[in-house]
């Protein structure tokens, strides 16, 4: 955790207003990712954005979300943050529904399939995904004790 600060869980009405311009701001970012081929939006704070796009698990249609992420080798980890919210975001129940995926890094889209990095791999992977967005050393510290905020490791689908 940050020195010197004490992160607490969010308040409803805080959590309200997050999940609003969390959408909001992702609608716009997808729209002009998608246009320039991630030549413009793509990055949030320092850190490089990728467009997943998951299967809605009730409506069976194709939902994109601007996400954070780190290449390990061939594979794309991301992590179910939320902003530090919590609740888990509705892009992780549509992947625990199917876990069958599109990313879209730069003009480049790839299936992939995610499933949960081990302990082992999420004690390697956090040091670096904090490294990448200092943001997350927050985000764990507002959901300790509420919630475990998932990493995801997605593979190439052969």
Not at 25 to 37: C, D, F, L, P, S
Not at 49 to 68: D, F, N, Q, Y
Request: proline fraction near 5%; hydrophobic fraction near 40%; charge should be positive.
């Amino acid at each position: 955790m940050e020195a010197g600060k004490d992160f607490k869980p969010y308040s409803a009405r805080q959590e309200k207003f997050g999940e609003w311009f969390i959408k909001k701001i992702g609608a716009m970012q997808v729209w002009v990712y998608e246009k320039t081929h991630g030549k413009l939006w793509n990055t949030f704070l320092g850190g490089p954005v990728a467009i997943l796009t998951t299967m809605g698990r009730k409506s069976g249609e194709p939902r994109k979300t601007p996400l954070l992420y780190l290449e390990v080798g061939d594979e794309v980890v991301m992590v179910a943050s939320k902003g530090g919210m919590s609740k888990a975001p509705l892009w992780y129940l549509n992947i625990q529904a199917n876990p069958e995926v599109q990313i879209q890094i730069g003009g480049r889209k790839r299936t992939m399939v995610a499933r949960h990095a081990t302990e082992s791999e999420e004690a390697m992977l956090w040091p670096k995904l904090d490294a990448m967005y200092s943001g997350y050393v927050e985000y764990r510290a507002r959901c300790e004790g509420v919630r475990k905020i998932p990493v995801l490791v997605f593979s190439e689908k052969f």
